[in-house]
């Protein structure tokens, strides 16, 4: 395979092409990795051994987690001879250093980061795992080390002979599976049928409705029973236990196992557990104080890692009586992009504001009662009140829908 000419930098030069500057880049690091990929072992070791002793130099001084690693296995910038070390003994002292495992990545994740990065390595990025073996992982990458994974990525695309003018279709091994049966979708799991949608509601689902309820089977069977590790020692017991409160009645209805769940963290902090009935709620769920919950409990500013049991608590919740209801999902998937922005200190905003659209100048005295401390904008040659800005677009809906109810103009925009 033959890789496309790239896209030129400036018009009139197709071929050949002069590509931009990040393209220049890539197909630098792509050229030289078609050089060396045929290399012996001894000569392809000999040709990246310069490179490991810049990393190993590198972590020795800014990364805490590496350094007495490296001086117990000889491979301190010290105990290295300035004439360097022969194959033999390099080999020895690498087999020293142990392997980096996933625990020590969740658990050390302050010492690992690098206290600078060498110059022209760009900017610090924050990545994380998907969390679909358990916790998920978060490490700091370069953009230099983006630069890499790309060229990666590309070579392997190059082995495999792809054709990168085709659509792209990623499919993620599951057990989970959906047959398409006439005017019918059955899922099913392990020969089970979990749902049977036909007529009326098969013509309205979409390709999200039907990825959200495999979502939630994952995540359930992740999950399992224990919730015994989690939220140990947790900061905010009283914002932690006014969001389970909320959560157990979003659905209008109390199950015996989530009055169960928040009895076990009333006694693990203890705390005098709320008095609940099971049964329908008196006052049905709140989905919108439910998200004021969680904003509450982010601003005591919890540690990274307790933020993320309370994820997997959530989870435990919205499945403990083995169905997860419209607006659990609704807010679980606003719930989840707020704590995950929170834990990978992202900054990022939704991407969904909701605002109001004042029609007369009574309708701007009613919105500045209901939303206090907010002023009026210009938005599109009009005058706007903003709620907000939201992760998920159906959970804004929702505030649309509170504040149409009133009998307020509201929309969504996606900024």
């Not at 907010?374 to 800005?389: C, E, K, L, N, P």
Request: hydrophobic share 40%; proline share 6%; net charge negative.
């Amino acid at each position: 395979m033959t890789l496309p000419p790239p896209h030129p930098a400036f018009p009139g030069g197709a071929w050949p092409a002069v590509p931009q500057q990040a393209a220049a880049a890539l197909l630098a690091v792509l050229g030289q990795l078609e050089q060396t990929q045929s290399m012996s072992p001894t000569a392809l070791a000999k040709a990246r051994q310069p490179q490991l002793e810049l990393l190993i130099d590198h972590a020795f001084e800014h990364v805490v987690f590496w350094r007495e690693r490296l001086e117990h296995a000889g491979l301190s910038p010290a105990r290295r001879p300035k004439t360097g070390l022969d194959p033999a003994e390099w080999d020895r002292r690498w087999a020293n250093l142990p392997i980096l495992t996933r625990q020590e990545v969740q658990e050390h994740e302050v010492s690992l980061r690098s206290a600078r990065l060498p110059p022209g390595h760009g900017d610090f990025v924050d990545s994380m795992s998907s969390g679909s073996s358990g916790r998920p992982v978060r490490i700091t990458r370069s953009t230099l080390d983006y630069l890499y994974w790309q060229a990666f990525q590309l070579r392997e695309h190059v082995w495999r002979e792809r054709d990168l003018a085709g659509k792209f279709l990623s499919i993620f091994r599951n057990e989970q599976r959906t047959d398409n049966l006439g005017n019918r979708i059955v899922m099913m799991n392990k020969g089970r049928v979990l749902h049977d949608i036909s007529g009326s509601a098969r013509e309205n689902i979409t390709a999200e409705d039907l990825l959200g309820r495999f979502e939630d089977l994952r995540r359930r069977e992740q999950l399992g029973d224990s919730i015994g590790g989690l939220l140990l020692g947790a900061k905010g017991v009283t914002e932690l236990m006014a969001i389970f409160e909320a959560i157990a009645g979003v659905d209008q209805n109390l199950d015996a196992r989530e009055i169960a769940l928040i009895a076990e963290f009333s006694q693990r902090w203890q705390i005098i557990p709320p008095d609940l009935t099971e049964g329908p709620v008196q006052a049905p769920g709140d989905i919108l104080a439910l998200r004021e919950c969680v904003t509450n409990y982010l601003r005591i500013s919890p540690p990274a890692e307790q933020a993320t049991e309370l994820l997997d608590v959530l989870h435990h919740f919205v499945n403990a009586d083995d169905m997860v209801s419209t607006e659990e999902a609704i807010v679980m998937d606003e719930i989840s992009a707020m704590i995950m922005a929170y834990v990978t200190h992202s900054g990022v905003l939704g991407k969904h504001e909701v605002v109001i659209v004042p029609q007369t100048s009574e309708q701007s005295i009613a919105i500045a009662s209901l939303l206090p401390g907010i002023d009026a904008t210009s938005m599109r040659g009009g005058t706007v009140y903003s709620v907000g800005r939201f992760f998920s677009a159906k959970y804004a809906e929702v505030v649309c829908e509170k504040y149409v109810a009133l009998g307020l103009f509201t929309t969504r925009i996606e900024v």
